[in-house]
C-alpha cells in the first residue's frame, strides 16, 4: 500500500487530534497501516526536554517529520496533529519528502481563535488569559497559516465525521485511500 504523511496543522484546540483520530479509524477499518503521531505523546518521549521557543518548536518538527517520513516511505500513512507554526519549518518537511519521493499532504484545520479559545481542551487558554501562561501560539504567538495546503478544513462549521470525511476524499482523490 502507498504510504503518506498527512500534517493537520493549526491553532490549540482547532481539532487536529480529534479529526486524526477519526480519519485514523475510518483508514484502518479499510486496511490500510497507520499511526498518528500525536504532538503531546512525541514531546513527552521523541522531543522530550523540547520547549516552545521558535527553535525548538523548528527541532520538534523536523523530528516529526523525519519519523513521519520513515513511516510514509514503508507503507504506512502517517497522521501527524502537530500545530507547526512556522511556514519555513513545514516547508522543510514537505522538501524532505519530495526529495524522497513520498507522498505528503498539508491540511490547515483552520478555526478561529476564538472558537479554539472556547473550546480549550487543555485549559491553556485559560491559563494565558489568566497570565500564568504565555507565548501561546494564536495568542501571544505567531501562527503562519499556510498560503496553500492541500485541504482547508473548517471545522467550526462541520461535524468531526464530515472534517474526516473531507479528508478521505482528498486522500481518494490523489490514489492514496
Ligand atoms: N505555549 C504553547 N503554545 C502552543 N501549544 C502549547 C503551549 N504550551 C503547551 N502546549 C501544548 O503542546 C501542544 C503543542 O505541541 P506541538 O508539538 O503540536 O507544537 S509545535 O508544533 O512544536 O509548536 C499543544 O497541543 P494541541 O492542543 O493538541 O495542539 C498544546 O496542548
Ligand atoms: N469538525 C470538528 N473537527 C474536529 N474537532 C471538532 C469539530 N467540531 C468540534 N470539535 C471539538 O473540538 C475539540 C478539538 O480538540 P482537539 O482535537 O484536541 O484539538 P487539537 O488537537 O487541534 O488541539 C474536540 O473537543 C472536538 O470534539
Not at 154 to 165: F, G, L, R
Request: glycine fraction near 10%; hydrophobic fraction near 35%; charged fraction near 25%.
Amino acid at each position: 500500500m502507498t504510504g503518506a504523511t498527512i500534517w493537520l496543522t493549526g491553532l490549540p484546540s482547532a481539532g487536529k487530534t480529534t479529526i486524526a483520530r477519526e480519519l485514523a479509524g475510518r483508514l484502518r477499518g479499510e486496511g490500510h497501516r497507520v499511526e498518528v503521531l500525536d504532538g503531546d505523546e512525541i514531546r513527552e518521549f521523541l522531543s522530550a526536554g523540547l520547549g516552545f521557543s521558535r527553535e525548538d518548536r523548528h527541532t520538534n518538527v523536523q523530528r516529526i517529520g523525519f519519523v513521519a517520513e520513515l513511516l510514509a516511505s514503508n507503507g504506512v500513512k502517517a497522521l501527524v496533529p502537530v500545530i507547526a507554526p512556522y511556514a519555513d519549518s513545514r516547508e522543510a518537511v514537505r522538501k524532505r519528502h519530495q526529495a524522497e519521493g513520498t507522498a505528503y499532504l498539508e491540511v490547515h484545520v483552520a478555526t478561529p481563535v476564538e472558537v479554539c479559545s472556547e473550546r480549550d481542551v487543555k485549559g491553556l487558554y485559560a491559563k494565558q488569559a489568566a497570565g500564568e501562561i504565555s507565548g501561546l501560539t494564536g495568542v501571544d504567538d505567531p501562527y503562519e497559516a499556510p498560503e496553500s495546503p492541500d485541504l482547508r478544513i473548517e471545522s467550526h462549521t462541520q461535524t468531526v465525521q464530515e472534517s474526516a470525511t473531507a479528508l478521505h476524499t482528498l486522500l481518494t482523490e490523489r490514489g492514496l485511500a
